[in-house]
């Protein structure tokens, strides 16, 4: 079984997967070492990151010879943020900022192809191995962030009108606490009673719930609370927090 298709059972049957974020490095041992440390997808964010199309391109093709699933955070909703990526080589994209079943719409449109959507084909990478164009859409990851009490009361309208269309859901966490009026406090009371909302209707419809974690110690927080798929930071965080952890070892020193 090829880790993609490992990813999507996973994700298909409600089992905890972890990620990690990629926003500015380009360097392929970044990703040898998310593979070697047994991440079932690295999460590449183009809505903040630094990263060119090129590099992109670099990026996944890597991947796809580690063996290590892609997910492409777009930076918005438009044909060819969405479509580019699986052009590029990418497993699966998460578009953020999605609050109405229209979004929605245009979203399957762009980045399924017929029946289902209405995509077009190109790009040297699109196609794994063996695939052909009708296995592409059941192949694939489709995710969106939900960041607001919009989307959060929108949800089961979009869950409903695309049974199984969607392979997670991942709530934005810092987003969402401005939209509910706590800035940064993500474990504001109200705030924790929109992502309880979202993870019933998730449960109900039987569908992959995601959060973006700051660090792997929040993790235990949020898989009590329904989350399964764990997107845990971005290399610089990654690498800054065990640079700290150095410091204070170092400070400790009797």
């Not at 380009?26 to 999460?43: A, E, H, I, P």
């Not at 290590?68 to 497993?91: E, F, N």
């Not at 229209?102 to 794994?128: H, T």
Request: aromatic share 8%; glycine share 10%.
């Amino acid at each position: 079984m090829n880790a993609q298709k490992e990813f999507m059972e996973k994700l298909a049957a409600r089992k905890p997967v972890v990620g990690c974020g990629l926003m500015n490095v380009t360097y392929s041992g970044v990703m040898q070492v998310y593979k070697s440390c047994g991440m079932d997808f690295v999460l590449i964010d183009c809505e903040h990151g630094t990263l060119s199309d090129v590099s992109i391109e670099e990026i996944l093709r890597t991947c796809r010879l580690l063996d290590l699933p892609t997910v492409v955070r777009v930076p918005g909703i438009h044909q060819s943020l969405i479509a580019k990526p699986m052009d590029m080589g990418a497993d699966g994209i998460m578009v953020p900022r999605v609050d109405t079943v229209e979004q929605l719409d245009d979203i399957v449109k762009y980045w399924r192809f017929a029946p289902r959507g209405k995509k077009g084909f190109g790009g040297f990478a699109q196609l794994r191995p063996g695939e052909t164009i009708p296995d592409v859409n059941d192949n694939r990851v489709l995710s969106i962030q939900i960041e607001s009490r919009e989307g959060a009361a929108n949800l089961e309208k979009m869950l409903t009108k695309y049974p199984g269309e969607l392979q997670f859901v991942l709530v934005g966490p810092t987003d969402l606490s401005v939209d509910v009026g706590t800035p940064g406090d993500m474990y504001s009371e109200v705030e924790l009673e929109v992502i309880a909302d979202i993870a019933k209707t998730c449960e109900r419809h039987g569908v992959s719930l995601g959060m973006f974690c700051t660090g792997p110690d929040v993790m235990q927080f949020w898989a009590d609370r329904g989350i399964n798929v764990m997107w845990v930071t971005a290399e610089l965080f990654l690498l800054a927090n065990e640079v700290g952890r150095v410091k204070t070892m170092f400070d400790d020193l009797k």
